[in-house]
């Protein structure tokens, strides 16, 4: 099962990357710690979590091919 | 979702004040219009720990970001009468005193497009996946953060 993860902003920045595909995530909750792991910054960082375009609450659970966004908070206009 | 056709929202880098004036002058054959109203954001030259800021660079999640301006316009339209409504958002680098967000709303009487912009303008700032770097003279740089 692959997912395709989006990063932006300041979380681009401690990631390293704004794109990548992560294999055998099955929900957002076990992709969080997963990221954390590797990137421990994103411990104390606020940020939601966006599945095909929608923004998530709770754990949500993860299809083959979805698209996850990780969003810090919003600072356009 | 509608059908209605997205509307292209993000301009790469500032708004300049000539657009703005033309999309002014392109009104003035809707004579059924009595008021338009405009909101510009402009780059502020904040200075944070004694470094000015001298540009914004802004990114955006594209394909979600226009998702959320359709909605709003169509939210928009629903709850003010409205004549038409222009939304546009800078992407990529808009140096301190130029324009990055443009919302122009026109209605028959001013509470509607007065209204309609300031909604516009808050749902725009809380709702849609937009972020900017603040570049210091330095080329160092900080993640913006919004003022509720």
Known sequence: ?77 | MSEKKIKKVFIEGAISPLFIADAIAKHSTKKDIGAHSIFLGQVRNDVINNKEVKAIDYTAYNEMAEEKFHEIRETAFEKYSLTCMHIYHSLGRVNSGEISLFVFTSSKHRKDAMEACTYIVNRIKEEAPVWGKEIFEDESYIWKQNTP
């Open chain 1, 1 to 77: 099962m692959k997912i395709k993860i989006l990063a932006f902003g300041i979380i681009a920045d401690i990631t390293g990357k704004s794109e990548w595909i992560i294999e055998n995530i099955q929900a957002t909750d076990e992709l969080k710690k997963h990221l954390e792991i590797l990137y421990p910054r994103l411990k104390s960082m606020k940020y939601a979590i966006a599945v095909n375009l929608a923004i998530t609450s709770g754990n949500f659970e993860l299809t083959d091919g979805a698209t996850v966004a990780l969003m810090p908070p919003f600072s356009g206009g």
